[in-house]
């Protein structure tokens, strides 16, 4: 109850100052909000190159990518930085494009004018967990908080999906219409598929991150709700330590939202990377990816190399937050609840590269190296038509 005030506070004061912004002007500019960065930060570099349009980036606290001024405006969107932030709404209101990473609550109470068009760039490649309108959470809230979800969904002009698996998802948990889906690739994929810049990549990280020759074990588990503020790994670093530090160096990178302590363990085995703005960099360089239920895979998978999913709390996590019905079977790697499970499938090299490769071609159906610059090329369209974009 005083969460569901505090939301409608916030949502009216915003409302406020957003209609008064709107009685500006529109400028002819692309406004991205940013909470992980990624997809905006390659979306608008392709921009650059196509056109000098003003570019004015808002990030939000989470966001730890390195945008600078050379890429656009950047802006604090936070209300630790007032001024900052009232600058961010005026340029949400007289905007010509907006580009969000992310769910804003925000934007159930921001009625863009009719030349705006809102482009969701959804962070996550494909999804293992359910959300918007089927997390299963969902059904505990109210009636108010379940049309505040549906009047953000209805700001999307479009959502762009690197799949046909994908579109299907968005369909049932934003409850849009088909013609809402842009099927032109996800933009942070490009990066896969330009040898030269994953080099770049590869060799910078190895200074940054000495590994002495070894290869990398990357553990990227995601956020649990009740663990936001005292994340428990579940990994048993001494005994993983024991029997894989001759061969491996593990990374860890945990979700951007939680906050975790690991003074107690003291090793060169383990090196935190949680801080790194760009998972996908730590993939190149990654021999072996664990996670469980996070949408790093999909990506992961277009490297065909082995993943393992540490699913310690498969039966509670499906109860309390929802997973797709054939995660058992549809993973591209075994499926493990133990440390030990672990170790035994490593040693073993229980995985299979025929699976992981069909497993990225099925959810990276439109992600083919060019999905930024498809991206920048309907940004700049004077009329946004879905079948003007063409996979090349």
């Not at 500006?24 to 940013?34: E, H, L």
């Not at 505990?140 to 994908?166: C, L």
């Not at 990377?273 to 021999?287: A, E, G, I, K, P």
């Not at 498969?314 to 109860?319: A, C, G, I, N």
Request: net charge neutral; with cysteine; hydrophobic share 40%.
């Amino acid at each position: 109850m005083v969460r569901e005030i505090l939301i409608t506070f916030y949502l009216f004061v915003f409302h406020m100052l957003f209609t008064m912004a709107k009685f500006f002007p529109i400028q002819k500019k692309t406004v991205c909000v940013a909470s992980f960065g990624d997809n905006i930060f390659y979306t608008t570099r392709a921009l650059r190159k196509l056109s000098e349009e003003k570019i004015v980036i808002l990030k939000g606290r989470s966001c730890k990518y390195p945008f600078n001024n050379s890429t656009g405006i950047v802006i604090s969107f936070t209300l630790h930085h007032p001024i900052s932030y009232l600058r961010s709404i005026y340029h949400l209101a007289t905007a010509t494009t907006v580009l969000v990473d992310n769910y804003y609550g925000f934007l159930a109470v921001t009625n863009f004018k009719e030349e705006t068009t809102c482009i969701q760039l959804w962070h996550a490649n494909g999804a293992i967990k359910y959300f918007g309108l089927q997390d299963p959470s969902t059904e505990k809230r109210g009636i108010k908080a379940k049309k505040r979800f549906m009047r953000v969904y209805s700001r999307f002009n479009y959502i762009i999906v690197g799949s046909e698996r994908m579109a299907s998802i968005f369909r049932k948990s934003f409850e849009i219409p088909d013609e809402t889906i842009l099927r032109i690739g996800i933009p942070r994929t490009d990066i896969f598929y330009d040898p030269y810049e994953k080099l770049v990549i590869q060799q910078q990280l190895r200074k940054i991150q000495s590994v002495n020759g070894k290869k990398v074990i990357l553990y990227a588990p995601t956020f649990r709700d009740h663990e936001l503020e005292n994340y428990n790994i579940q990994l048993d670093l001494s005994l993983l330590e024991e029997h894989l530090s001759s061969e491996y160096v593990l990374w860890l990178k945990v979700h951007p939202a939680v906050s975790y302590n690991l003074a107690e363990f003291h090793s060169d085995f383990v090196i935190d990377v949680s801080d790194y703005h760009d998972v996908n960099h730590l993939l190149f360089n990654t021999d072996i990816l664990i996670t469980d239920y996070s949408s790093i895979p999909f990506e992961y998978a277009l490297l065909g190399k082995p993943i393992l999913f540490f699913a310690y709390d498969l039966v509670e996590y499906r109860s309390i937050r929802g997973l797709m019905n054939d995660y058992e079977i549809s993973m591209p790697g075994p499926i493990i609840q133990t440390n030990e499970e672990i170790i035994a499938a490593i040693k073993e090299n229980k995985f299979s590269r025929s699976i992981i490769k069909s497993f990225a071609n099925d959810w990276n159906e439109y992600s083919k190296g060019n999905s930024s610059m498809n991206l920048a090329k309907f940004i700049t369209q004077t009329d946004k038509q879905t079948d003007a974009i063409k996979i090349s």
